[in-house]
């Protein structure tokens, strides 16, 4: 049985339920089930909380917010895959900013790059000269 952290939640999750529960079930066995857990953090008033601290530590072992480990892990790789973008100028891969709404190119160069190519097609357009009928 892994031993839990001795300070394992930390003080800003005032109204957590786990210190009045038994600390084990947070840390069950390889190939035991975490529903009592699990059970507990569904009534916690601060699952969220747990969960994003869980989160934002890193690897952290037990059930935190309602999930396992290896449930915290899936969250983050689709965190991530929905963050990876293919450029549409040079097809490198990059990581988009959550808050970025630019996202089809890796950065400015490229994106400068794109717009220079339209101005200059819709040039071309403007100033070539008619084919003779
Ligand atoms: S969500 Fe679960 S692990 Fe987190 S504080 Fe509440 S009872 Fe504890
Ligand atoms: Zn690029």
């Not at 001795?6 to 600390?23: E, F, K, S």
């Not at 008033?45 to 994003?52: H, K, P, R, W």
């Not at 072992?61 to 899936?74: I, L, S």
Request: net charge positive; proline share 5%.
């Amino acid at each position: 049985m892994t031993s839990p952290d001795a300070v394992r939640l930390p003080g800003d999750l005032r109204g957590a339920l786990c210190p009045q529960t038994d600390p084990e079930i947070f840390f069950p066995e390889a190939g035991a089930s975490p529903a009592a857990a699990k059970k507990v953090c569904a009534a916690c008033d601060v699952t969220s909380e747990c969960l994003a601290l869980a989160l934002s530590l890193g690897t952290v072992k037990g059930v935190w917010g309602g999930t396992t480990e290896r449930e915290r892990q899936a969250l983050k790789r689709a965190a991530g895959d929905e963050l990876r973008r293919t450029c549409r100028g040079c097809g490198a891969e990059f990581t988009r900013a959550a808050t970025s709404s630019r996202s089809a190119y890796c950065g400015d160069l490229c994106r400068h790059k794109a717009r220079r190519t339209t101005q200059n097609a819709s040039q071309t357009r403007r100033t070539s000269p008619r084919r003779a009928a």
